[in-house]
């Protein structure tokens, strides 16, 4: 089991919504990754923050966006939500220019 | 980066060794060759990484041609509790301090294990 922790664990909202979802990475871990998987789907990487800042984003429009803390935690917000948003959302924490990721149990985001 | 190729779904027996194939012709040679398992409503968790010929941990063996076009995950006397998504991902390590290394999953290979 790894240190990263996600909150909440499942969460409904409705569309035109907006919603944060909260992640605290492993322990000395200073970049953290966020993942949307759809149900029968791998992964797709959403974006990366590196010291506070977005390093890398994936094929998501702008109303998804960031933060990451100086305790290295970081928020996944998405604004005017819609129903193909739903999806379990995944954290993953690593060290800067490692590739080995340590994912969090995720949360199950459902949008009616 | 890469593309990957993995069987959509297994099954084998408990007991038995378990060998499932990737395939990235497009690896470029800067990649690196890296699995996860994932189980129902968890997060993916790391198995093995590997760059080229044979990496060995704990859990599973790493094959890898003199081409790298393919790799091979080979999992050792399985149990039903390795039932799950394993994940193929090939990718650049070597990024720095910039911290811009990023997965790109596929749909994975769907292993059953049965008693």
């Known amino acids: 089991e790894t240190g990263v922790t996600q909150s909440p664990t499942h969460l409904i909202k409705t569309r035109g919504q907006q919603v944060t979802l909260r992640c605290s990475s492993q322990s000395g871990h200073n970049t953290v990754s966020w993942y949307q998987q759809a149900l029968g789907q791998g992964p797709q990487f959403i974006f990366q923050y590196y010291r506070e800042e977005e390093n890398g984003r994936g094929n998501f429009p702008p109303r998804f966006s960031g933060l990451q803390f100086p305790n290295y935690s970081s928020e996944l917000n998405v604004n005017a939500l819609e129903l193909d948003d739903s999806a379990l959302y995944l954290c993953a924490s690593s060290l800067a220019g490692r590739s080995e990721q340590y994912f969090g149990p995720g949360t199950r985001l459902t949008v009616t | 980066l890469a593309k990957t190729t993995q069987p959509i779904s297994m099954d084998s027996y408990e007991g038995q060794e378990v060998n499932i194939t990737c395939s990235h012709n497009?690896?470029?040679?800067?990649?690196?060759i890296t699995w996860y398992q994932q189980f129902p409503s968890q997060g993916p968790r790391f198995i093995i990484q590997?760059?080229?010929t044979k990496v060995t941990n704990e859990v599973a063996s790493l094959f890898i041609p003199a081409d790298r076009k393919s790799s091979t995950l080979s999992l050792p006397r399985v149990s039903l509790s390795d039932t799950a998504v394993y994940y193929c991902l090939v990718g650049d390590i070597n990024s720095g301090t910039s911290g811009t290394y990023k997965y790109i999953f596929g749909t994975g290979t769907r292993l059953k294990v049965l008693a």
């Open positions: 590997g760059y080229k």
């Open positions: 497009n690896i470029a040679t800067n990649d690196y």
